[in-house]
């Protein structure tokens, strides 16, 4: 019997996106307190990503993703001075169900 991980066999779709982040860049930099930030998201059609560009002005957030099936993946840390663009993805088959950024 298959795992839980096993993919479905040949039903015509293309492979899924690995769930959770792909992001760049990675930054390495201390926190800092009162985070700053702006942040852009588009969400597909349909809801099986998300795609961030964010820029952290000062301290450090991150963003998130919740997925219909109630799994919730967070990206890297992001601190000050940098651009970042990431995609949370949740399947198929799962959508996104709500996503932002949370300050630490």
């Given at each position: 019997m298959p795992g839980?991980?096993?993919a479905a066999p040949g039903n015509g779709r293309?492979?899924?996106e690995p769930r959770g982040f792909a992001q760049s860049p990675a930054a390495e930099a201390p926190a800092r307190a009162d985070a700053i930030w702006e942040c852009e998201r588009w969400v597909s059609v349909p809801a099986y990503h998300v795609d961030f560009t964010c820029t952290v002005f000062s301290g450090a957030v991150r963003a998130y993703v919740v997925c219909s099936?109630?799994?919730v993946f967070?990206?890297?840390i992001m601190y000050a001075g940098a651009l970042y663009q990431m995609r949370g993805t949740c399947g198929p088959p799962w959508t996104v169900r709500?996503?932002?950024e949370q300050p630490l």
């Open positions: 839980p991980a096993s293309e492979a899924a099936d109630g799994a967070y990206s890297r709500t996503s932002g």
